[in-house]
């Protein structure tokens, strides 16, 4: 859904072109932000794969799915950039497989955090049942059923486009969004009800689960105001990554709000919809996190562990 921002924005340049210094501007931004989104995330995959240590601590287990999905999603997301500025129109085909993918690794975010926030929550209010509740295998149960609940959500898109569109519509050429993808009025009707009930669903678990761990964490440790603070940069990250259930709502308000200036507007919506969560994931998730920033430092400087 956060794809739609960018594809938003390049619907409007194919009406009116950006100056050559703007375009110049656009796509070296996004360039150098994928670069280091890119960087930080393979770096961390890699200390994960490097380090047996990793593979039986079901937090880092969701920290590395969460990073590889990063860097599905804003790789794909650079390519439809791209892609809209140079070629301008790709085969159906193609277009419907790279939005599909697209929309899985998206939809796939929120739910992970909420996982993350969960086993945070045990670890920290229910100690002593940790090791039971979290275990490897359960964890990698619950990354199969974060797919198949994305699987659920999105490819009765390319069923009902299947059946109902001719054979030369997916041979055709089209400037590539969703909309142009999946064109039935009837799907962004499924869509928006369905990500209604997933932004109530997880939004609850994330502040019910945040708000009991900062309790806790307050009671048992004397630097009350770390904790809070903690809390407080995982709830601004939250709040970023929710906008893949609230990205309808938010795209009308984009519209309301800067009328006059829309392309650019949607073009600044992009960066923080879809590119600001994916830089600060690894900060708030891996930096903060005392042994994995280790052995992530150690891999920076190029230092044997």
Known sequence: MNTQFMLHNVTVVVGYRDPFIKVVFKN????????LINYINIIFMHTFCKHQMFYTNPRYILFFHLVLNNVIQVNLTLVLFFVSYIVYTINMSVCATLILLALFTTENMPLNLACMAAECYIAVCLPLQHARLC????????????????????????????ATEPLDFFSSRVFCLRETAFPKPLLALKRDSIYAVYLILVWFVLFYTYFMILCTAQKASKDGKKARMTILLHSVQVLLCMTTYAAPMVKIAIKTLFSQNHIDSLFAGYIIVQILPRAINPVIYGIRDKCLSKYFMRQVSCKSV
């Open 28 to 35: 070296v931004l996004v360039f150098v932000l994928g670069l």
């Open 135 to 162: 275990t490897v295998n359960r964890t990698l149960i619950i990354i199969v059923l974060i797919w198949t609940n994305s699987l659920i959500s999105v490819l009765p898109d390319l069923f009902i486009t299947l």
